[in-house]
């Protein structure tokens, strides 16, 4: 069974210091991994995912399949990182679902 | 190009009672998939239609069931209402659903089981 684990509820970082979130994964095989973001009063929408290996409002995510980990990442956090987080997995071997962990909630204090 | 609709934005219902919801995908997304959205346990799997018919399945009771129609669009009913069945419905439609394909959301309908 696949499952998404982001041990972390809530997180609060000062504007300009280095964000992470963590995210791990358990899927017996070679997962699609992402991450979504939910801003206040806007809709669920992706952030980045790890096949595209890009930078997303200066955000980046690496995927370790050794630790079974992807962590999100941000060397210098704004105000407006502030919002929700989910890490999400959907598996390689056919129709599979798309998995979301329980999420992050991220303050940025000014 | 628009995005997912989901009607109504908002409900209230008695306990006991059945509730049905509808979403509207984006304009040649044939997956549509829905979920529950509470704040202790995140974004919950319900179930995914694919060209109108269940292709995935998620841990929840008989009560909650679904339906894909010819345009793609999907509804969710929920039957015997419970006070724990008090959550944000949320819709997401991809072209495919496989892979690394992007889910697009949609805002959400807010339940209310009183």
């Known amino acids: 069974a696949q499952r998404v684990t982001q041990p972390e509820k809530l997180l609060s970082v000062f504007k300009g210091a280095p964000v992470e979130l963590k995210c791990n994964y358990s899927y017996s095989g070679s997962p699609e991994l992402f991450w979504y973001v939910q801003y206040s009063r806007q809709r669920l929408q992706l952030l980045l995912r790890?096949?595209s290996r890009e930078s997303i409002k200066g955000f980046t995510a690496d995927l370790n399949k050794g630790e079974t980990s992807f962590h999100l990442k941000k060397p210098f956090a704004q105000e407006e990182d502030s919002a929700m987080y989910y890490c999400a997995l959907r598996g390689n071997f056919g129709n599979e679902k798309l998995t979301f962990g329980t999420g992050t909630r991220l303050t940025i204090i000014p | 190009k628009a995005g997912v609709t989901q009607t109504p934005r908002y409900l209230i219902k008695t306990r006991g009672q059945q509730v049905t919801l509808s979403c509207s995908p984006i304009?040649?997304?044939?997956?549509v998939s829905w979920y529950q959205q509470t704040p202790g346990q995140g974004l919950q799997f319900l179930f995914e239609?694919?060209?109108?018919?269940?292709?995935n399945k998620g841990n929840f009771p008989g009560r909650f069931s679904g339906r894909q129609f010819s345009n793609s669009r999907s509804e969710m009913n929920v039957s015997t209402l419970e006070l724990g069945d008090s959550a944000l419905y949320l819709c997401?439609?991809?072209?495919?659903?496989?892979?690394?394909?992007?889910?697009?959301f949609g805002q959400g309908t807010r339940l209310t089981v009183v």
């Open positions: 790890h096949i």
């Open positions: 304009s040649g997304h044939r997956s």
């Open positions: 997401a439609s991809s072209p495919t659903g496989t892979g690394n394909t992007e889910a697009f």
């Open positions: 239609y694919f060209s109108e018919t269940q292709r």
